[in-house]
């Protein structure tokens, strides 16, 4: 039996909350180590704080500092920072990403991996970072493959991949992700209220999807 160990792989500070974030916070309470692969400092980001605290030179530092924070919160306990650019990530040479990450992943022996899935991720250095992590976890025989579990974005995806398998109540930690997303203040400041709002009052609705469940389609090699 391999020792759990998470292994995360997304481009951007803050796909790491957003997505699965609950589901983090679950496992590291379980004493189970997190490692993130981030592929970018998100330095094209359209927001700026508000009031604004950055500008287009700081905010790579100001990003990198507030994922810091994100993984305290999150129980991350291994923040591995790729150095790629913010939105060419679809434009790297792909066999060396995949290196990357298979490397990462045979120094690691992750049981668990979080990436998106690859079609249904919207952005394309999601795309980019979910290819080439499938690409390297192939790269092991199959009965040694961790357990991959995908987040899906794409209007289409239920009519596409059916019901999402991997269902995660994240409720009990619902207030600890909410810590998180506030951690990425450039980003989330002008949404915060609305979520602290949806929280106080119960709005099902809002906080359904957000900071209830997460829900993930398990990977089919
Ligand atoms: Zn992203």
Same mark, same amino acid.
């Given at each position: ?10 481009? #951007? ?7 699965p ?5 679950? #496992? ?19 927001q700026?704080? %508000?009031?604004?605290?950055?500008? =287009? +030179?700081?905010?790579?530092?100001? =990003? ?9 919160? /999150?129980?991350?306990?291994?923040? =591995? ?8 990530v679809?434009?790297e040479?792909?066999? +060396? ?17 979080y990436?998106?899935?690859?079609? #249904? ?23 040694? =493959? ?10 289409? #995806?239920r ?12 409720? %009990? ?17 002008? &949404?915060? %209220? ?9 709005? &099902? ?7 209830? /469940?997460?829900?993930?389609?398990t990977?089919?090699?």
């Amino acid at each position: 039996m391999k020792k759990p160990h998470v292994l995360v792989v997304f481009p #951007h500070p803050d796909d790491e909350t957003f997505g699965p974030g609950g589901s983090l916070i679950l #496992h590291s309470k379980q004493g189970t180590p997190i490692t993130y692969l981030c592929g970018t400092l998100g330095e094209m980001g359209r927001q700026m704080g %508000s009031p604004i605290t950055a500008n =287009r +030179e700081t905010l790579p530092l100001i =990003r990198k500092r507030e994922l810091e924070e994100a993984c305290k919160v /999150l129980g991350i306990t291994d923040l =591995r920072l790729m150095g790629y650019h913010d939105k060419t990530v679809e434009f790297e040479d792909r066999e +060396e990403l995949t290196e990357k990450i298979y490397q990462a992943v045979i120094e690691l022996q992750p049981t668990i991996v979080y990436t998106y899935y690859p079609g #249904h991720a919207v952005h394309p250095d999601h795309e980019a970072m979910a290819e080439a992590t499938i690409a390297a976890l192939a790269r092991l025989p199959l009965e040694e =493959r961790p357990v991959l579990y995908c987040l899906a974005f794409s209007i289409n #995806h239920r009519q596409v991949l059916g019901e999402p398998d991997m269902n995660v109540d994240i409720s %009990s930690v619902a207030q600890e992700k909410l810590q998180a997303i506030k951690a990425h203040y450039t980003q989330t400041a002008l &949404t915060i %209220s609305r979520y602290e709002a949806a929280l106080a009052h119960n709005d &099902t609705e809002f906080i359904g999807n957000r900071l209830q /469940l997460e829900q993930y389609y398990t990977y089919k090699w």
